[in-house]
């Protein structure tokens, strides 16, 4: 990137990192109506491990929480908290070995906003304390959200506390899947599925757009921003959900508000950002984004943005076989004429006719 005639170096970049978290931990200061009171987080998640389960999960869900628990790069409990339940005193064994300590007892399944499951290898997916079996039914009769990470999923299905829900299931799965529960539907095209009082995730990096995912809609779009800009490698040039980057074709620009911006609605295509809350979150104004963006892509930012989302809704046409109503929520319209209305303005025709003429012709049979 170029600014006022030279080259930045890195010391540069880690200045204008560390400016990009500040601002978005200022933006996230001043109290939202509903906001639980300064003394209680506004999203407590507790974690049950299960034998063998793998680090990167834990490592995932707790990271997400603590960027966007507390100001910089501190990480007290304070907008967030998170906790490995079952018995003090003890530990649980990862797959790569490492023990990792259980920090609070099992307690009343009110005390959290989500209960996390973190599945461990397959062969010993029965082998878990029966009390954390008993937890487990406790919240579900609680009403409490349960979330099944990796094959937490399969501990979700044993048990039969999915609830109707169709799990996220890692493609490397499929097979023990359709083995171990054959007739129970599932899918493989998501980072995370979310239904009625149950969400599941594939596991590995994943995990990270399911932790931004909860922190949005409990602590805001502030928040999950920063999550998203610190546990990415260079939140300017990569996205960290993969097809969203593949459909959009990453935008690439010398302008650094643009590509924050872009990011940003990159982040939240299913749930979009104002205008007015991007240019914020980027240390600038409507007016002054609107300019870049007529400058650098001959569109506003609305126009933009909507467009990213079309060109989202285009590739879940072409890649899945999703009924355009659900296209049309996950790629952030509200109501499915409003899509067609706007796909077909752009693309010249209806979703239905552009995903039949791009499927080719039915073969004799």
């Known amino acids: 990137m170029r600014h006022a005639g030279k080259t930045l ?10 400016s990009l978290v500040d601002r978005l931990d200022q933006a996230g200061q001043p109290a939202r109506p ?31 929480l603590r960027h966007a628990a507390d100001l910089g790069d501190q990480s007290r409990q304070n907008r967030c908290s998170w906790a490995i339940l079952g018995t003090p005193g003890e530990s649980v064994t990862a797959s790569c070995g490492v023990r990792v300590p259980v920090d609070l007892p099992l307690s009343a399944p009110v005390d959290y906003d989500y209960v996390a499951v ?13 009390r954390y079996v008993a937890f487990l039914r406790s919240v579900a009769a609680a009403q409490v959200p349960l979330i099944g990470i990796c094959t937490g999923s399969f501990v979700l299905a044993r048990f039969e506390l999915l609830n109707g829900h169709a799990p996220c299931i890692h493609p490397f799965h499929v097979d023990d899947w359709q083995s171990m529960h054959p007739g129970l539907a599932f899918e493989t095209r998501s980072h995370y599925a979310i239904g009625s009082n149950r969400i599941t995730c594939a596991g590995g990096i994943s995990i990270v757009e399911l932790a931004a995912e909860l922190v949005r809609v409990h602590c805001g779009a502030d928040r999950a921003a920063k999550v998203v800009h610190q546990m990415t490698v260079n ?4 996205a960290s959900h993969v097809a969203r980057r593949h459909a959009l074709g990453y935008e690439s620009s010398d302008h650094e508000k643009l590509r924050q911006a ?24 409507s007016r002054q984004l609107e300019r870049v963006f007529l400058a650098e892509t001959g569109a506003t930012p609305s126009e933009h943005y909507r467009n990213s989302r079309l060109k989202y809704a285009r590739y879940l046409l072409t890649t899945t076989d999703l009924p355009v109503v659900t296209i049309a929520g996950e790629s952030g319209f509200s109501d499915a004429s409003h899509f067609i209305r706007h796909f077909q303005q752009l693309y010249g025709m209806a979703p239905g006719r552009l995903r039949k003429a791009l499927s080719g012709p039915t073969p004799a049979v």
């Open 34 to 64: 509903g906001r639980k009171a300064a003394s209680k987080a506004e999203l407590r998640v507790g974690i049950l491990l299960w034998p063998g389960f793998p680090l990167l999960s834990l490592a995932g869900l707790c990271d997400g």
């Open 262 to 285: 872009i990011v940003l609605m990159e982040k939240n295509i299913t749930t979009p950002l104002e205008i007015a809350v991007i240019a914020r979150l980027v240390k600038s104004s």
């Open 9 to 18: 170096t890195d010391d540069d970049r880690t200045d204008q990192a560390r």
């Open 235 to 238: 939140a300017e040039k990569t």
């Open 118 to 130: 973190i599945g461990g290898l397959l062969p010993r997916i029965g082998g878990a304390d029966p």
